[in-house]
């Protein structure tokens, strides 16, 4: 499975302000995943990070909201905009395992908005 | 309208306790379902994906099956280091992307 690694791991910040969370891959893949894992429930997929083309949102998520980058196959960023207490969650990275079929995560931003 | 619901939310087990969590599905066309384990401030950890009804995947004390409509997963004797939060989730069928539907998870408790 590949090894992921985001950054910051948790993070406390003010209302109004932006956070970028970033994910990192120790090997190329072709799409990487952004999650939202709120309290008490179930992980949602916010958007497709595909290499060289923009970001698909899901119903719900956009991109002035949830800004997206890949620069490349083994990195990509998520941009939490003007921030709100309802934005409080848990951001997870992640990526298909070799069989495309079963997913691998990161271990998560947590991310306490104020 | 696809869904994922598991049962219990919250079980408390004392070591050694057998029990069963549930995992019941309503998906167009089922492109495999998995079980993931996740412990706090952590990610999801993938444990089995299952395919068919039928199908059954083990590994330590766990044990996953699989019918038309739901699917459990069995843990043996369980140990306080089996203390965690369960998670199931599906694939559609036919889709373009890798969308998967997460239930809200089961958190198992096992006392020592």
């Known amino acids: 499975s590949a090894v992921i690694s985001q950054k910051p791991s948790r993070d406390i910040c003010q209302r109004g302000t932006s956070l970028t969370i970033q994910c990192q891959v120790d090997?190329?893949?072709?799409?990487m995943f952004w999650y939202r894992q709120q309290p008490g429930q179930s992980l949602t997929l916010i958007a497709t990070?595909?290499?060289?083309?923009?970001?698909?949102?899901e119903s719900g998520f956009v991109i002035d909201k949830f800004p997206i980058s890949r620069p490349n196959l083994t990195f990509s960023t998520l941009t939490v905009s003007n921030m709100s207490p309802e934005d409080s969650s848990i951001y997870l990275c992640?990526?298909?395992?070799?069989?495309?079929?079963?997913?691998?995560f990161g271990q998560g931003t947590r991310l306490t908005v104020v | 309208e696809d869904q994922v619901t598991q049962s219990p939310e919250a079980l408390r087990l004392q070591e050694g306790e057998s029990s069963s969590l549930n995992c019941s599905y309503t998906v167009s066309g089922l492109r495999g379902l998995f079980w993931y384990r996740q412990d706090p401030g952590k990610g999801p950890e993938f444990l089995f994906t299952l395919y068919s009804a039928g199908e059954e995947k083990e590994k330590e004390r766990l044990k996953a099956t699989l019918t038309k409509k739901e699917s459990f997963l069995h843990i043996t004797a369980p140990k306080p280091e089996d203390s965690a939060t369960y998670l199931c989730a599906v694939r559609e069928s036919g889709s373009g992307t890798y969308k998967y539907i997460f239930g809200t998870g089961t958190r198992l408790k096992v006392l020592a």
């Open positions: 992640s990526v298909p395992g070799q069989t495309n079929t079963e997913a691998f």
């Open positions: 090997s190329q893949v072709t799409m």
């Open positions: 990070a595909n290499q060289g083309s923009e970001a698909t949102y």
